[in-house]
């Protein structure tokens, strides 16, 4: 279980790296925002692999990746995008 735990992280961090590389522009998310998003961009792969019968949710195989990867990115850009409307709506 503490394996699966660890595993997880590591995975996600790699796929939440890879997620702000294929993001266009600069984003500011931290290293643990980037964790965070690439954790829950696994779990996604992960789920989507599972139900269409590809593995179990903590295996690492293709369809899982790819689909984490662009989950990852997608949730970059929706975190980007509250991000930036909260920035804009500040008063300086």
Not at 5 to 15: D, P, T, W
Not at 39 to 65: D, H, K, P
Not at 71 to 87: D, M
Request: overall charge positive.
């Amino acid at each position: 279980m503490i394996w699966d735990l660890l595993g997880l992280i590591v995975i996600g961090l790699v796929i939440g790296v890879l997620a702000r590389l294929i993001t266009p522009g600069k984003q500011h998310l931290g290293f643990l925002g980037t964790i965070a998003l690439g954790v829950v961009g696994a779990l996604i792969g992960g789920i989507i692999a599972s139900l269409i019968g590809s593995g179990t949710i903590f295996e690492l195989n293709v369809i899982g990746f790819v689909v984490a990867v662009v989950a990852a990115v997608l949730l970059v850009g929706v975190a980007e995008g509250i991000s930036g409307r909260s920035k804009r709506g500040a008063v300086r």
